[in-house]
């Protein structure tokens, strides 16, 4: 039983270490320059004077929806280990992790959710920069969180705590 928890407990940091980086770091989309551009902030470099040139992205409401549907999972992820953690040791034998099972597939739904917007309204969301380019590896990232999320979640839910 304490490998297994082990085992659980590892993969939801792994989980949360992937959607870290999947949210914060800087490469959601990859111009064809060598340049990225992340959720927060449009970083380009200007040959010219040899700097970064950064701007707020842009207004976009899609990219605003992959924003908040990202740090929700980000908070949903948190939220499920904290409670797990709680109800490991306070519940009683016997019980299931439902709460924290649930808490895990909705972060599942909504990386799933801000990634396939991400994917399906790039063209809209890239509109002021040039063509070209391809996906990140934060945007590959968080498509590797979405299925380890969804496992994680049906695991807590047939998890049944033991002595």
Known sequence: MSLLLLVVSALHILILILLFVATLDKSWWTLPGKESL???????????NKTWACSNVSENGWLKAVQVLMVLSL??????FILFMFQLYTMRRGGLFYATGL????TSVAV??????????????LAKHPRGGSFGYCFALAWVAFPLALVSG???IHLRKRE
């Open 75 to 80: 908070i949903l992820c948190c939220l499920s």
């Open 154 to 156: 049906i695991i807590y």
């Open 103 to 106: 808490c895990q597939l909705c």
């Open 112 to 125: 799933f959710t801000g990634a396939l917007i991400y994917a399906i309204h790039v063209e809209e969301i």
């Open 38 to 48: 992340n959720l927060w902030y449009d970083c380009t470099w200007n040959n010219e």
